[in-house]
């Protein structure tokens, strides 16, 4: 069946560092992945959205990659800050379905 | 602020109880969905009406329904309440049919004791 991870659910890093964030699917070929962003208690909030044809798109300090070989997204943000801790989402439609799939999400933690 | 308003913010129920949760999706978006998200597990889609019919379910149980009304604001409805159906339930909007972009709301945070 087709499958949306991420592999960490925690991922600790020092202020003004880039942090990178793993999405991976199996076993179908989305069209598009999203990234959300979650803080505890409130609804997700999109942040990008990148189509199968588009290697990278980029939003102020996001980059967002698609990798349809390795079957795989990255979510960077760059000059980390305290302010970006959160829970990011990786969301996909799925196969035969415009339904969303959200992977379970990577907390991440900004240490100043 | 998204636009999505989802009354109440919190509930505290017994089992065996039924609730009402209610979406007012963003001004000029046709389509609701409802997710839950319980603490370990993701976001679980639960079902989707656009325009007033129901166009998807997800995992959603039979003792749960739901049904968008002519001005397109929505209600859940979950009766004979389990302790496990404590949750956060989460109401989105797209203007489209198909999902694209979701503007979520804050969510209601049901407790069932």
């Known amino acids: 069946s087709q499958k949306i991870e991420q592999n960490s659910e925690a991922l600790n890093i020092q202020e003004g560092k880039t942090a990178t964030l793993t999405c991976n699917y199996t076993?179908?070929?989305?069209?598009?992945l999203q990234w959300y962003r979650q803080d505890p208690g409130r609804g997700p909030v999109f942040l990008l959205l990148i189509r199968e044809n588009e290697k990278e798109k980029r939003k102020e300090r996001l980059k967002v990659t698609f990798d349809t070989t390795l079957k795989q997204s990255l979510f960077h943000i760059t000059a980390s800050q305290p302010a970006d801790s959160a829970t990011y989402l990786c969301?996909?439609?799925?196969?035969?379905?415009?339904?969303?799939?959200f992977g379970k999400g990577t907390k991440l933690s900004v240490i100043p | 602020d998204s636009g999505v308003t989802q009354t109440p913010k919190h509930l505290i129920t017994a089992t065996g109880q039924r609730v009402t949760l209610r979406c007012s999706p963003r001004?000029?978006?046709?389509?609701v969905y409802w997710y839950q998200q319980s603490l370990d597990q993701g976001l679980q889609f639960l079902i989707q009406y656009y325009n007033g019919e129901e166009r998807a379910k997800g995992n959603i149980l039979e003792r749960f329904s739901a049904q968008q009304f002519p001005d397109l604001h929505s209600e859940l409805n979950l009766s004979s309440l389990e302790l496990g159906d404590s949750a956060l339930y989460f109401c989105?909007?797209?203007?489209?049919?198909?999902?694209?972009?979701?503007?979520f709301g804050s969510g209601t945070q049901l407790s069932v004791l």
């Open positions: 001004s000029g978006d046709l389509s």
């Open positions: 076993n179908y070929s989305p069209a598009y």
């Open positions: 969301v996909s439609p799925g196969a035969g379905s415009y339904q969303l799939t």
């Open positions: 989105a909007s797209s203007r489209d049919l198909n999902v694209g972009k979701l503007f």
